[in-house]
């Protein structure tokens, strides 16, 4: 059985938070790529997009936002 991945989680709320993968990956330094990464992980393990890309960044979906009120709740935030 294969388990959540917090660190996957914590990329995604953070790239939520500054809206925009690559400043999510300047504030946990490490490359844009690897950020993506973990984020399409977490999309493929809960098997649903949590995101959409916007001219200005990104947003979102209904399932993302679902998750980062449950994610906030569950971890205290």
């Known amino acids: 059985m294969t388990t959540l991945n917090l660190g996957n989680l914590a990329t995604f709320r953070l790239v ?10 300047d504030a946990l330094g ?20 949590l995101l959409e ?6 947003k979102a979906t209904a399932a993302g936002m679902a998750l980062l009120a449950h994610s906030g709740r569950s971890i205290g935030r």
């Open 16 to 25: 939520v938070q500054r809206g925009s993968f690559s400043a999510a990956a």
């Open 30 to 49: 490490i490359s844009q790529p690897a950020v993506s990464l973990q984020v399409r992980q977490l999309e493929q393990f809960l098997q649903t997009r």
């Open 53 to 58: 890309r916007t001219g200005r960044g990104i």
